[in-house]
């Protein structure tokens, strides 16, 4: 089995441990570290990123309890493939796209599923996910092309699911996702959709810093209701300037 190649670490003013969480969690949700990939093993992997190998345990443990990692003995770390149960849900999610795409509909199941996430990543977020939402977060600014403020959004809001730590609700968003983009490229088309979108998941993030279920929840509902309102107004615009054309 050939060892997989792991980018350096950036760290900042974090816990070593949680910057490697982070960092090899990033890695695994992008595919960049697949199923199958072996990790090299633990002597190179401390070196290579700078840490030490008492660090890279601690990290590697918290990858093992979430299940997105196996270390097995003679054979080193091992990347797991997502729970059966979750390649299931993909399926017939993606059945239930093709029959039904109404966007309204999709716009309904966001404001349904995406609070109750935020109030559960509030209760369960580890360090390590609060700075993945940081990493995005540094990275968002109001003056980014549409279509890579459109990528740091949908990362934001997987990073929050896989912060709640249901890998279920995770791949329910992943498919939520994958169906609302032709909605949320409108949100990002102006300098000011791409503002209300970095404010609101701010404000979520602080929530969930602050351990506030409830004020995550609520986070979120606003933030999609600022959102649904900034497209239907690009939207009116758009038809509007067409007319006059």
Do not use: C
Request: charged share 25%.
């Amino acid at each position: 089995m050939a060892v997989a190649k792991v980018p350096p670490l950036r760290t900042r003013a974090h816990s070593v441990s949680d910057a490697l969480v982070a960092h090899l969690e990033q890695l695994i949700a992008l595919g960049e570290l697949g199923p199958g990939d072996k990790l090299p093993p633990e002597r190179e992997l401390a070196e290579s990123l700078s840490v030490s190998r008492t660090s890279l345990r601690e990290a590697l443990h918290q990858l093992e309890a979430k299940h997105l990692v196996e270390r097995r003995q003679g054979r080193g770390t091992i990347v797991l493939p997502p729970p059966a149960q979750v390649d299931d849900l993909y399926v017939r999610l993606a059945d239930l796209g093709e029959a039904d795409r109404e966007l309204a509909n999709v716009a309904e199941l966001r404001t349904v599923i995406e609070p109750k996430i935020a109030e559960f990543a509030a209760l369960r977020a580890t360090s390590a996910d609060l700075l993945q939402l940081d990493d995005i977060l540094h990275a968002t600014d109001e003056n980014l092309l549409a279509a890579k403020s459109l990528e740091l959004d949908v990362q934001f809001h997987l990073t929050l699911a896989r912060a709640s730590h249901n890998p279920l609700l995770t791949a329910l968003t992943t498919m939520v996702s994958s169906w609302t983009t032709p909605v949320r490229k409108d949100s990002h088309s102006t300098r000011e959709g791409r503002r209300a979108s970095l404010a609101g998941h701010r404000a979520i993030r602080h929530a969930v810093e602050a351990r506030d279920p409830a004020a995550a929840a609520e986070a979120m509902t606003r933030h999609l209701a600022d959102i649904d309102q900034m497209i239907r107004r690009t939207r009116h615009d758009g038809a509007a300037s067409s007319d006059q054309a």
